[in-house]
């Protein structure tokens, strides 16, 4: 983006873009609540629920006690008697604590109701590696994925933070929404996949991908911060003549296999990076469905890049070897070029 | 609070024969999975059908069939979603552990400790629209040994919530026995901790606990904040039908049977205040006959249509 | 497996074979303790702890009040402090409530600790589709196998309940160990999968699947209950010219994907079976590593057939069309020999 | 009990000279992720130092570092693993918020709530084996609104076992206010729901913290089972180091810090009582040189070869 492009843009960061969505959406809609932990009088430990207090007071915005399991339960709840429920957990390394009342009420009650339930709720979590250690440092939304029910919603650029966050919450279904603690404080026009962050409110559909970078080599998957990692490498190895084609899935329940698969037909490429573990997650699910789709020989190159199933150490010199980054997309984007 | 005591028992002996019809699905294998019944808990949801409105709230739990019905959810819809049939309350989805009647707020769960979470969703809802309804949350004894015990009703109490936690005591959870994992020799004791209202009352003695039930209920309904009943009472079947049950000696099983059926008890007690036996037969026969027929009738509905069996999981087809 | 076979077979069913096991290590080892609801008086709801309290008494067979995040918490403790906990979670489908202390401190302690600290602890479960609705139903293997750190086991025939339960207990690391519903009161003599359960104890190692049937065709890998329906499907389509090559995984981390990988070369079909979600799951993770192994276009097909991503219903109308049973995965096998 | 105050003050400055070590690796991106002192709680950690023995066990928190000084772990190696080298306690792997001591049963946890499960374990084995020892499991106030504390509580009790619940109730869970999401007016009253023994003191006078945390120590030591200590605190700088802290009044935290300084409290107390400024001061002093001394040799120390950063996932290789 030149420096024309983004001299007009709002000055805004990504936790502003979703506070904003959830005072809009509050706004316009009574039923929408927010609860958690630090969500009411600091705004929330990152600020995305910045100025929501003040406005509508301790019953819309709830600062709860450390006690996730019940408040998660006090959502599903909610939503059974007709509200909104935006539930925070602060980062997403707790949901352990609640897992529950995630898996076995939120995202089971509208089948388990024959449909006669509906759940109109929204779990608003961080995660992301940013130095912060084992327990402090995962995304896991394969283990959201894996269970069925809810949507998986990880944003990428500071407009769909917004748009994403109105989307969930406008959506009837229950909404996993993972921000990504290296992202929230980041401006608006900082981020490399940039776009102005609309001031009145909008929604950006859950289940459309976003192709951010569009290329004829290699098909490169992701979301989430990596989204800007990928489009720092895709730049890097452009200039050796590596043409990268960039999607940010944007949510991985519903994932857009589609947008993937044409893709990937085109490259005969397929690398998927991932933040999240490795093993039985987003990688290989993505692979087999577009192979699934395209037929089990249709990809000349088959890629995965992610955290190789190892707990997040302290030590950033550690934690750089395990995490996908600029650098080490770029080498893996070099090495398939290379290879044919 | 003047009772009808025709009205109280025949209330009690029609939970039971719900509960009798349920369990003969068991042997034919119409009903797998573990069937929970309520069998000597009779009075309990007597009680609660006497001081519940409509927009009152209950979740309850795996053993849930009388708490449904003192709610008001249709008899004919529930014992149909035990059987598991498209006719049922949640199309044959749910089953028995999950009942979900949004129509009367009620709802269940078949994990322990999962139900006061909910009710307290409920009760906040109650208090935010300034509505003077209250949420009855129910808990197994072994439940309360549960985190979400102390976390909901610390929130509840906190910001004065209309929650009411109802404690079947029991006294197993499953094959445990409650004194041989608790601390305290009840759970009323408990409320103190979080400011609560706490009572416990003899579960088993349907006048006393339609007293206290009022008595809770009313107190959190008029902004009092949450309250803790325990009503005690005695499991007479295995935990589920089918289980082996050899954890709870002959005799005791025999004693608690002599001495805590809220039905016997009552009736005797009727009978001493000048019932005619008569009357009270006719009620329990009308009572087994009416939930046989419903049951024959709802053993003729279909079954869910497998083309379904994908149906329902989210909202919107995005 | 010939009547004279199995005449002089042990008359033992799986969760004997557990208890079986459990009292044999108990003996042998006074660090082992147990610890669950309904472990000890009643022997285990499933009767896979029968026997213990009566032998080693209520310090280390410990019926717990329904408190499973503090009493799986209490394991590890019991573990650094020295002992070898078998902490039992009743369900697979109540992990959610104690899931944090299995990932965060379990699973992750022995490498937060720069390896000082060993996690000699044992969860063990029940999972498994018998009719019992949503949310007593999962089997969720991939929800731990996702997550570093533990090694997941999940059983098939009655001599492997000995077996492997034997090595989780004796590993210094954390081992899930689940158990499936619909195998535990099985005589040993009624599996396909049949072999004697040995009377005196004995380790089956984690980490080597077992080619349950040699067959050229098709490669088809699957665990716990499914290697009994596969079985019985293999053997139907024996009958068709279909030669199954069927691999029971008996763990799937640590995941044999060498040998599942060399049955599959040979064969040129890779079928998984799971009674798991199938999304981000055990399914695609298998195909991916086989093809990261083999080359991305190795094999002529690739298929997977598990539960498709919607809770249990609890009517069995409905639950047979969505879990693999015998008649599925034949109707899978014959898919995969007619199309090539 | 006799207590040695030039000790006491000691073992006091020292904690507050490293915990303000540490922060200096904070501007520097030495230290990432969250950074939690104790600074205002120094006195409860030299009144554990007080009581515990080497066999006891310590299960604290995201703000751990007094109680593992206290518990005997090796200063240097504890904050070489703060500065996440390879030469700490983890070998960088754990970092401040993970540190695990084996050899003085010391462990700490990242994650609300779960200290004191881990704490029971311990406690456990010790009855187990019929040993004369403790379990510490350390909790903010925040963390006793979370499910554990009451699983824990009612465990401990119904078996017990020899835990001590000790409770730093810094009145703050980050900026949520402990009376906005309480119910009782403080967390030592709650003792008598598992009728445990439980107890509130000042924890910002020292001396008071010795004796009362000795007194629990004694009477769980002793076979009484759980007991609680509820030690009131103000943490006197943000919850972790860049905390905005813009959710506590400046003249709260200003009045506060002037009234709830331990070490400041103690200092005064002894003038009064004829201690030398000078010695303290030289006190001071060489705590604070100690530390700094620490620190320069510990930023000499290598930070972990990437080539192992896969090692440790499993005990052994299978
Ligand atoms: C979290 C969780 N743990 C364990 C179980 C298995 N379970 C079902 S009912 C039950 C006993 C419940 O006892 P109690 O709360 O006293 O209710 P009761 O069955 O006596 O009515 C147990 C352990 C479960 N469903 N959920
Ligand atoms: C289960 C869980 N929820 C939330 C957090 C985030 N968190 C870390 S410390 C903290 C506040 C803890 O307050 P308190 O227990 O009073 O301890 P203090 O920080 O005051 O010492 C919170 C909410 C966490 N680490 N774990
Ligand atoms: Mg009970
Ligand atoms: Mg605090």
């Given at each position: 983006m030149t420096a024309d492009m983004t001299a007009n843009m709002r000055k805004i960061n990504a936790s502003q873009a979703v506070a904003e969505s959830l005072f809009q959406e509050m706004e316009r809609d009574e039923r929408v609540v927010i609860l958690g932990e630090d969500v009411g009088r600091c705004g929330g430990v990152f600020g995305s629920s910045r100025n929501l207090l003040d406005r509508f007071g301790p019953m819309r915005v709830r600062d709860t006690p450390i006690s996730e399991m019940s408040f998660t339960g006090m959502g599903v709840g909610m939503a059974m008697a007709g509200l909104r429920p935006v539930v925070e957990i602060m980062f997403v390394d707790f949901i352990g604590v609640c897992l529950e009342q995630v898996y076995n009420a939120m995202a089971k009650i509208p089948y388990m109701s024959g449909g006669r339930v509906k759940m109109p709720m929204v779990i608003k979590t961080a995660g992301g590696n940013i130095g912060s250690a084992a327990q402090h440092s995962q995304c896991l939304w394969a283990t959201f994925a894996h269970l069925p029910g809810m949507q998986v919603v990880a944003p990428s650029s500071a407009r769909d933070h917004k748009g994403l966050m109105a989307a969930a919450i406008r959506s009837d279904n229950p909404v996993i929404f993972i921000e990504h603690k290296g992202l929230l404080l980041?401006?608006?026009?900082?981020?490399?996949?940039?776009g102005d962050v609309p001031a009145e409110a909008f929604v950006t559909p859950i289940g459309k991908a976003d192709i951010v970078r569009q290329g004829g080599d290699i098909t490169l998957v992701t979301l989430s911060a990596s989204v800007e990692y990928a489009m720092e490498a895709a730049a890097q190895v452009a200039g050796e003549g590596i043409d990268v084609e960039l999607i940010d899935l944007r949510s991985i329940v519903p994932l857009d296999v589609e947008t993937v698969a044409q893709s990937a037909a085109k490259t005969g490429r397929l690398l998927v990076v991932d933040e999240d573990y490795l093993s039985f997650g987003l990688s290989a699910e993505i692979i087999v469905r577009v192979l699934e789709r395209l037929g089990p020989s249709s990809l000349r190159q088959l890629r995965r890049h992610a955290v190789p199933d190892v707990p997040i150490p302290a030590a950033l010199s550690l934690e750089e070897v395990l995490v996908p980054g600029p650098a080490s997309i770029a080498r893996v984007l070099r090495e398939m070029a290379a290879a044919s | 609070?003047?009772?009808?005591?025709?009205?109280?028992?025949?209330?009690?002996?029609?939970?039971?024969?719900?509960?009798?019809?349920?369990?003969?699905?068991?042997?034919?294998?119409?009903?797998?999975?573990?069937?929970?019944?309520?069998?000597?808990?009779?009075?309990?949801?007597?009680?609660?059908?006497?001081?519940?409105?409509?927009?009152?709230?209950?979740?309850?739990?795996?053993?849930?069939?009388?708490?449904?019905?003192?709610?008001?959810?249709?008899?004919?819809?529930?014992?149909?979603?035990?059987f598991e049939k498209?006719?049922?309350?949640?199309?044959?989805?749910?089953?028995?552990?999950?009942?979900?009647?949004?129509?009367?707020?009620?709802?269940?769960?078949?994990?322990?400790?999962?139900?006061?979470?909910?009710?307290?969703?409920?009760?906040?809802?109650?208090?935010?629209?300034?509505?003077?309804?209250?949420?009855?949350?129910?808990?197994?004894?072994?439940?309360?040994?549960?985190?979400?015990?102390?976390?909901?009703?610390?929130?509840?109490?906190?910001?004065?919530?209309?929650?009411?936690?109802?404690?079947?005591?029991?006294?197993?959870?499953?094959s445990v026995r409650f004194s041989d994992v608790t601390a305290t020799p009840g759970i009323a004791e408990r409320a103190a901790a979080y400011g609560a209202f706490g009572r416990r009352v003899d579960g088993t003695d349907v006048e006393?606990?339609?007293?206290?039930?009022?008595?809770?209920a009313r107190y959190t309904r008029k902004g009092g904040g949450p309250s803790l009943l325990e009503a005690t009472c005695y499991r007479h079947r295995g935990h589920y039908e089918g289980d082996h049950d050899n954890y709870r000696?002959?005799?005791?099983?025999?004693?608690?049977?002599?001495?805590?059926?809220?039905?016997?008890?009552?009736?005797?007690?009727?009978?001493?205040?000048?019932?005619?036996?008569?009357?009270?037969?006719?009620?329990?026969?009308?009572?087994?006959?009416?939930?046989?027929?419903?049951?024959?009738?709802?053993?003729?509905?279909?079954?869910?249509?497998?083309?379904?069996?994908?149906?329902?999981?989210?909202a919107e087809v995005v």
């Open positions: 980041k401006q608006a026009k900082e981020f490399l996949n940039a | 609070m003047k009772l009808n005591e025709i009205n109280l028992f025949r209330t009690m002996v029609r939970l039971r024969a719900f509960d009798e019809a349920c369990i003969e699905g068991v042997p034919t294998f119409e009903i797998h999975g573990e069937l929970h019944t309520s069998i000597g808990q009779e009075a309990i949801g007597a009680a609660m059908a006497q001081s519940l409105t409509l927009h009152d709230a209950v979740v309850s739990t795996h053993r849930n069939h009388y708490h449904a019905l003192a709610k008001g959810v249709p008899p004919r819809a529930l014992m149909a979603e035990i498209e006719t049922g309350l949640c199309r044959g989805r749910g089953g028995h552990m999950h009942p979900f009647d949004p129509e009367h707020n009620f709802s269940a769960t078949g994990i322990v400790g999962a139900s006061l979470p909910v009710a307290l969703g409920y009760a906040y809802n109650f208090k935010l629209k300034g509505l003077p309804y209250i949420a009855v949350g129910i808990c197994g004894d072994g439940a309360t040994n549960h985190g979400t015990f102390h976390e909901c009703l610390n929130m509840a109490a906190a910001w004065g919530l209309p929650l009411v936690c109802l404690v079947e005591n029991n006294q197993y959870a499953i006393e606990v339609v007293k206290a039930f009022a008595e809770v000696e002959r005799a005791e099983k025999q004693r608690m049977r002599a001495e805590m059926d809220p039905i016997a008890r009552y009736r005797r007690m009727l009978v001493e205040r000048g019932a005619a036996e008569d009357e009270l037969d006719q009620i329990v026969a009308a009572a087994k006959g009416e939930m046989s027929a419903m049951l024959a009738d709802i053993r003729k509905d279909a079954m869910p249509d497998p083309a379904g069996a994908m149906d329902h999981v989210f």
